[in-house]
């Protein structure tokens, strides 16, 4: 298992993260299932989770995510650092998902976070979406503040082109972006956004990277993943994400888990080699 860093922040971590808002969202588990969860994952090697202040129910339960993720990395036994990267700018007003990019509610909610982490210093703070509303350049102005201030120590992109990127990076220094990156949506290598973090030696954290939270069953019902999964004996869900992490050297997929057997199942998948041949299959199969 070769680590991959986190843009150039010296922050080296396992090529596959976990993934908090299944833990968090409607449909949770409780509590201590989701703890057994973060532990499998980290167990298994993993040394990076993504999170967010709206991965939770509705406005009332901000946090709900940052605070399990906390509880969880201080109730493990073990001292091995982990890095925990967060969001701001979006709302869950009656639980639908809205953004505010906004200066003033960016740092309201670095702050919360800050609290909710129990933290002085985020290691990784991303904007979660650009706001039609707020004028981009705004948005990562705050986060430009926020570093300044020591509140943050590198910023992230979330659900960006690549025309964004290069505006932000005028602004300040962009450690990772953060898009939805899957065999089945494939905008993100499409449109250029992945070859463009690997010019620029930024992380691309893969979101959604088995489908989805909703949709990911479709791999277990894809003939040509299950036949390459059966030679290697690993599962469709592994397949999926050996396909991500042979595609560039900055991609990092985050898969969400809710069940301790997945997040020890997507830490596995580090470990397998795909063949050339099946790289190439996997290509062309659901372009
Ligand atoms: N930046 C954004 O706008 C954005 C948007 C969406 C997601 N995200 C981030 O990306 C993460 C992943 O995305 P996602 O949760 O939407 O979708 P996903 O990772 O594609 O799918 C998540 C679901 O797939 C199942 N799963 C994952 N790995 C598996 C495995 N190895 N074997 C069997 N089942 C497996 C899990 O089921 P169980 O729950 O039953 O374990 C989980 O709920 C999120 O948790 C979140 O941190 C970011």
């Known amino acids: 298992m070769i680590p991959r860093e986190l843009g150039k922040s010296g922050?080296?971590?396992?090529?596959?993260?976990?993934?908090?808002?299944?833990?968090?969202?409607?449909?949770?588990?409780?509590?201590?299932?989701?703890?057994?969860?973060?532990?499998?994952?980290?167990?298994?090697?993993?040394?990076?989770?993504?999170?967010?202040?709206v991965y939770c129910l509705d406005n009332s339960d901000i946090g709900h995510n940052e605070r399990l993720i906390v509880q969880g990395i201080r109730e493990w036994q073990e001292s091995r650092?982990?890095?925990?990267?967060?969001?701001?700018?979006?709302?869950?007003?009656?639980?639908?998902?809205?953004?505010?990019g906004s200066p003033e509610h960016l740092k309201a909610a670095c702050e919360a976070s800050l609290k909710a982490l129990d933290m002085d210093c985020i290691t990784?703070?991303?904007?979660?979406?650009?706001?039609?509303?707020?004028?981009?350049?705004?948005?990562?102005?705050?986060?430009?503040?926020?570093?300044?201030?020591?509140?943050?120590?590198?910023?992230?992109?979330?659900?960006?082109?690549?025309?964004?990127?290069?505006?932000?990076?005028?602004?300040?220094?962009?450690?990772?972006?953060?898009?939805?990156?899957?065999?089945y949506v494939r905008e993100a290598f499409d449109e250029g956004v992945v070859s463009y973090c690997e010019e620029q030696g930024i992380a691309f954290l893969a979101y959604?990277?088995?489908?989805?939270?909703?949709?990911?069953?479709?791999?277990?019902?894809?003939?040509?993943?299950?036949?390459?999964?059966?030679?290697?004996?690993?599962?469709?869900?592994?397949?999926?994400?050996?396909?991500?992490?042979?595609?560039s050297p900055v991609m990092i997929p985050i898969p969400g888990a809710s069940r301790p057997e997945n997040a020890r199942s997507s830490a596995e998948a580090v470990s397998i080699q795909l063949s050339a041949e099946e790289i190439a299959q996997i290509d062309a199969h659901t372009k």
């Open 11 to 53: 922050i080296w971590v396992y090529p596959i993260g976990l993934g908090g808002m299944p833990m968090s969202i409607q449909g949770r588990q409780g509590p201590g299932q989701s703890i057994r969860t973060i532990f499998a994952a980290l167990d298994a090697g993993i040394n990076f989770i993504d999170t967010a202040d």
């Open 208 to 247: 959604s990277p088995v489908g989805g939270h909703r949709k990911h069953r479709r791999v277990l019902e894809d003939r040509l993943l299950r036949e390459i999964a059966q030679k290697h004996d690993v599962t469709p869900y592994q397949i999926a994400l050996a396909w991500l992490l042979a595609k």
């Open 81 to 100: 650092p982990v890095t925990v990267a967060t969001k701001g700018g979006m709302e869950r007003p009656n639980g639908a998902w809205t953004t505010n």
């Open 124 to 183: 990784l703070y991303q904007f979660h979406a650009p706001d039609d509303e707020v004028p981009f350049s705004d948005s990562v102005g705050a986060l430009r503040d926020l570093r300044q201030e020591g509140k943050i120590l590198h910023v992230g992109l979330s659900n960006v082109s690549v025309s964004e990127i290069r505006e932000a990076q005028k602004i300040v220094e962009i450690a990772s972006v953060q898009n939805e990156c899957n065999l």
